[in-house]
């Protein structure tokens, strides 16, 4: 599997999650808290992916596309992959599969958490990989920054 796969896809999660978890709109219902602000708009992610195989970790940088309605968002990847995910106060999280080399990539779990000026943002996950026949799993850490002179 491309080294740079499970931690563009970790890292786009964990940007969701980030992005969401900072900042929005109002309270969709009463078991999350409001966004502490709007996190619309495009992200530059760094991420590392560790993992036992070494085929499968690494480091790789991409951009995303952040929208929001209240505690909802919606990413896209520079791949056109579209998440949708939930945001409360400064955390989110978010799981998910997507094609991925060949296969899939699966987020297991996902943790993120955005600044209180909604301009960065810092997370992790869990991950794995197959395509029926190989397979692999890990960690990613990643963070993010936002483009533009946008803010809470």
Do not use: H
């Amino acid at each position: 599997m491309d080294n740079l796969k499970p931690l563009f896809v970790t890292s786009l999660l964990g940007m969701l999650l980030v992005l969401a978890g900072g900042c929005g709109g109002g309270v969709e219902d009463d078991t999350q808290e409001a966004p502490i602000g709007n996190i619309a708009g495009t992200w530059t992610i760094s991420e590392t992916a560790d993992s036992s195989d070494p085929t499968c970790s690494g480091n790789t940088s991409y951009d995303l596309v952040v929208a929001q309605s209240g505690n909802n968002l919606t990413v896209t990847d520079p791949n056109g992959n579209v998440f949708t995910g939930t945001i409360s106060g400064n955390s989110g999280s978010w799981t998910g599969s997507y094609p991925d080399d060949g296969g899939t990539t699966t987020i297991n779990s996902l943790t993120a958490t955005i600044a209180s000026d909604c301009r960065s943002m810092s997370g992790n996950s869990k991950w794995s990989w197959t395509d029926g026949n190989s397979s692999c799993s890990g960690t990613t850490r990643f963070n993010g920054v936002r483009q533009g002179s946008n803010s809470c």
